[in-house]
């Protein structure tokens, strides 16, 4: 088929976009073409396929011929594993934040509904895959789609899927590990016959074009692997031939046809549309900014800006025709594929992994073990030196020699004469066994992950933070793929939350949080519920609110947070809380037992332990309170019944003193009467009756 012919001749309208997308895409598959080819050798081997993954075809056919054996001591593997070990134990989650009282609730919100996309898009398995493929190979994309849900009107469904480097092939010209700098990508997807017309139907045709043609560019085998050595990638190991795949648009050994998938960025012309009072800043197309610009004529404050920005366009693809052409291909910024990138070779533009640099380390392994096994087997097999004709029966003196108590027979004389005599055995050579000795130590050097690490279990304990130390060390030497597979994983989810806060609809949302007994939703609102501090019984009230419809305006961040299951951060959080305590710091209860073990249901369990034992001390303090309460009130009503006997005790003293005083007194008054003439008398009963009219008035006081 023509595919350089001019527009309208043997194409339609898009012939010259057709053939810029094809130039674009041959141009990144010579540019991925060892790249490509070293990622398959590096699955090969961290894989050990066929147990010749880590073989040369001509050191195979050498140890052959000498009848020798080939054993491979997959020593990468380890390595591997151990980084994503190192990842696994200290990796970090990304979660949505905001600011602001009603930011905050929302972002909570969108929290909550990102964790169940993801979950049920399964997405916690396919980033780890993502991780393990990028961390063997080099790359690995990941596809964010948003379809529309059969499970209700408007509802849309977020899916993502893992991509091999195999079938990724970014702009020749980016150099950054997150792809921040590529201007377009382009992605291979083999599809079925049934497939390709459920995707395409309006360009069923294609298919039997394409299996009927005779075109040495679009009839060939997608998996088509060369056996000829290869110099520039090691060779003899089948590599794979990635020059003559990125030709091929249809396998007539599979029955596929290829489609290409070519995203790319340009600059288009936006509108945006301002309210000069509330300050709302909205993008417009030509029907609305109609409606603007009526809104403006009956006196609306708008203000209009036209300008442009950075949008992504989609093209799919197959040889001789485009198939479909749309704007952005979800609802969010940037290309629909995230891809992490282990290392980027800067000068190349090409992605490696950790395999790369052990390829050498590991087939000397494998060479110089096989060696040291070969000689010493050698060295130490039974054997014998004897003239000839001194053995009468070959067969039977080999087996009998080998044979623990054997009795081997040879000739008459033949001992006697010094004819045979039992074969010298010598140790291999001290060389050789330390040949492989420093294979070994060159693959741990190599890889930067040594094998008496972190990894080993301690032969006695030591302190949390030495034990952190030494682990926050050996991340040193990964902490660049690291930081780059947690911007990918910050990228997925971004798009993902980007997805959910413009194009997901209110009531999809709220079937999210129905079930978070936190949260009510309803009448466009949120509300977050909390227990009534004024109230002992746990009444959940209104804490804050926010409308449901700020979801798609507000500003919110994508942050990563340590896992729970980090390991390592929990062991020295814990160590460090117990020093506070026993500083005599008070410390929360929870948050010694969220440090304290990783078992989830360990700390579910400790948790309503330490909740019963709160109850419980709370009730126990009211109930002493109580009592003291109780307490006080006795020795309050003692103390009172004290003070008024002892008043009572000090009126009855004074009454009978007084009364005594009285009758001192009336004694002798009746001396002096006796002995007075009459006006000392009538002295004497008046001043009776002034102080008996004093006692009365005393008494009235009283």
Not at 384 to 394: F, N, P, R
Not at 396 to 411: C, D, L, W, Y
Request: glycine residues 6%; negative net charge; proline residues 4%.
């Amino acid at each position: 088929m023509d595919y350089d012919a001019e527009p309208g001749e043997a194409q339609d309208d898009g012939g010259e976009k057709l053939r810029n997308a094809r130039q674009l895409f041959e141009e990144a598959v010579d540019h991925t073409r060892e790249a490509h080819a070293e990622a398959h050798r590096a699955e090969r081997f961290y894989h050990n396929t066929r147990l010749e993954g880590q073989w040369e075809s001509k050191d195979l056919a050498y140890l052959r011929d000498e009848g020798r054996p080939a054993f491979s001591f997959n020593i990468i593997k380890d390595k591997v594993d151990s980084f994503l070990g190192m990842y696994a134990d200290a990796q970090r989650s990304p979660m949505v934040t905001g600011s602001g009282a009603e930011d905050k609730l929302l972002a909570e919100v969108l929290d909550i509904v990102k964790d169940q996309v993801l979950q049920d898009a399964r997405y916690e398995r396919k980033s780890a895959a993502q991780l393990k493929t990028g961390t063997i190979a080099g790359e690995c994309g990941m596809h964010v789609e948003v379809v529309p849900s059969s499970e209700g009107q408007g509802w849309i469904e977020i899916n993502v899927y893992r991509i091999m480097p195999f079938e990724l092939h970014w702009d020749s010209s980016s150099i950054e590990a997150d792809r921040s700098d590529a201007r377009h990508v382009f992605w291979d997807r083999w599809l079925s016959k049934g497939e390709f017309k459920d995707a395409y139907p309006e360009k069923a045709r294609m298919w039997a074009e394409l299996s009927n043609s005779n075109d040495p560019s679009d009839i060939g085998s997608a998996g088509s692997w060369s056996e000829d050595a290869s110099d520039d990638l090691g060779g003899g190991i089948d590599d794979y031939d990635g020059e003559k795949h990125s030709r091929y648009y249809f396998d007539r050994q599979k029955r596929k046809v290829r489609v290409i998938r070519y995203e790319y960025k340009e600059f288009v012309d936006v509108t945006f549309a301002t309210h000069m009072i509330t300050g709302q800043r909205t993008e417009i197309d030509d029907e609305q900014r109609q409606r603007v610009d009526m809104a403006i004529d009956m006196g609306e404050p708008y203000s209009i800006e036209e300008t442009t920005k950075e949008a992504v366009k989609v093209c799919e693809f197959v040889g001789p025709e485009i198939l479909a052409e749309y704007d952005s291909p979800g609802p969010f910024d940037g290309f629909s594929i995230v891809d992490y990138v282990y290392m980027m070779d800067e000068e190349e533009g090409t992605a490696y992994g950790l395999v790369r640099n052990l390829f050498d380390p590991q087939m000397e392994l494998n060479k110089s073990k096989s060696l040291e096994i070969e000689y010493i087997a050698q060295s130490t097999a039974p054997g014998t030196i004897a003239e000839e004709g001194a053995i009468s029966d070959e067969s039977q003196f080999s087996a009998e020699m080998r044979r623990p108590a054997g009795i081997a027979i040879v000739k008459k004389g033949a001992l006697t004469a010094g004819q045979v005599q039992e074969k010298v055995i010598t140790p291999p050579s001290a060389a050789i066994l330390q040949r492989a000795a420093s294979a070994m130590d060159l693959v741990d050097k190599v890889s930067g992950i040594p094998s008496s690490g972190v990894m080993q279990p301690a032969s006695k304990a030591e302190a949390a933070t030495t034990v952190a130390l030494r682990y926050h060390k050996s991340r040193q030497v990964v902490q660049d793929p690291i930081s780059n597979y947690e911007h990918a994983q910050h990228e997925v989810v971004r798009r993902v939350v980007e997805a959910i806060a413009r194009a997901m609809p209110d009531d999809q949302v709220q079937s999210y949080v129905a079930n978070e007994a936190k949260y009510k939703v309803g009448n466009g609102l949120i509300v977050e519920m909390g227990p009534d501090p004024r109230q002992p019984g746990g009444q959940m009230v209104p804490k804050s609110r926010a409308a449901l419809r700020d979801l798609r305006s507000m500003h919110w961040n994508i942050e990563l947070e340590h896992s729970s299951e980090n390991s390592t951060l929990r062991m020295m959080e814990f160590e460090v809380q117990l020093k506070m305590i026993q500083a005599g710091i008070p410390v929360d209860p929870e948050v010694i037992v969220e440090t304290s073990t990783g078992s989830r249901s360990q700390r579910e369990r400790l948790k309503a332990y330490v909740e019963q034992a709160k109850q419980s001390q709370a009730a126990g303090a009211e109930k002493q309170a109580k009592m003291f309460e109780q307490q006080m009130q006795q020795a309050a009503m003692t103390e009172a019944m004290k003070n008024k006997e002892t008043a009572r005790h000090n009126m009855a003293e004074e009454s009978l003193k007084h009364s005594k005083q009285e009758s001192d007194v009336s004694s002798k008054l009746a001396e002096l009467w006796e002995k007075s003439d009459s006006n000392e008398k009538e002295f004497f009963l008046s001043m009776l009756e002034n102080r008996q009219q004093q006692r009365q008035v005393a008494m009235g006081d009283r």
